[in-house]
């Protein structure tokens, strides 16, 4: 997608540090890993994902438009913040209750819920904060960005 392996590996970063949040939510709840944990880690992969790539083509294209890396870290964290912040509670949100949850049935629900609502919480602060800040790091002046897109409309 971004035509670069500097890109991919640091979405992946983003990947890699995805599953902290759900890990510690699983052992401040004392739940064990089960089947269903496991695809709530694979869940949160997915949204982690989507947001190293939201953010990421973001800073690109504000670079592309003539900004300095510093400038269009922070302003991508910035204006991203909004859309990724909106993502997580709606995921959140919606699984909170399910979390929470000690009923009849639960014990199936209750840990894939764990991970994905402590994943998506930390993920957000790792997204926010961590991911502009390896931006800044790694990139270098004559990287490959996307093409300026028009803003001519049609």
């Known amino acids: 997608m971004f035509k670069s392996f500097k890109w991919a590996a640091l979405i992946l970063v983003n990947v890699a540090l995805a ?12 739940t064990n890993i089960s ?10 992969f997915g949204v982690s ?11 690109n ?13 922070i302003e991508g964290a910035v204006l991203r913040l909004r859309p990724i912040m909106m993502t997580m509670l709606v995921a959140t949100l919606g ?6 949850s000690h ?4 014990d199936s629900q209750r840990p894939f819920a764990i991970v994905i609502v ?15 800040t390896l931006y800044v ?6 990287d490959v960005l996307p093409a300026v897109e028009s803003t001519e409309d049609f």
């Open 19 to 30: 599953p902290v949040g759900g890990s510690l939510a699983l052992l401040v709840t004392r």
């Open 35 to 44: 089947v269903s944990s496991s695809v709530g880690f694979l869940a949160l």
């Open 49 to 59: 994902v989507q947001t190293g790539v939201i953010m990421l083509e973001y800073i």
């Open 61 to 73: 294209q504000l670079r592309t438009r003539g900004h300095t890396v510093e400038e269009s870290a």
């Open 95 to 100: 699984l909170l209750p399910a979390a929470l």
């Open 103 to 106: 009923g009849i049935g639960s």
């Open 118 to 132: 402590g994943g998506l919480i930390a993920d957000l602060v790792l997204s926010i904060f961590l991911l502009p």
């Open 137 to 142: 790091w790694v990139a270098r002046e004559h």
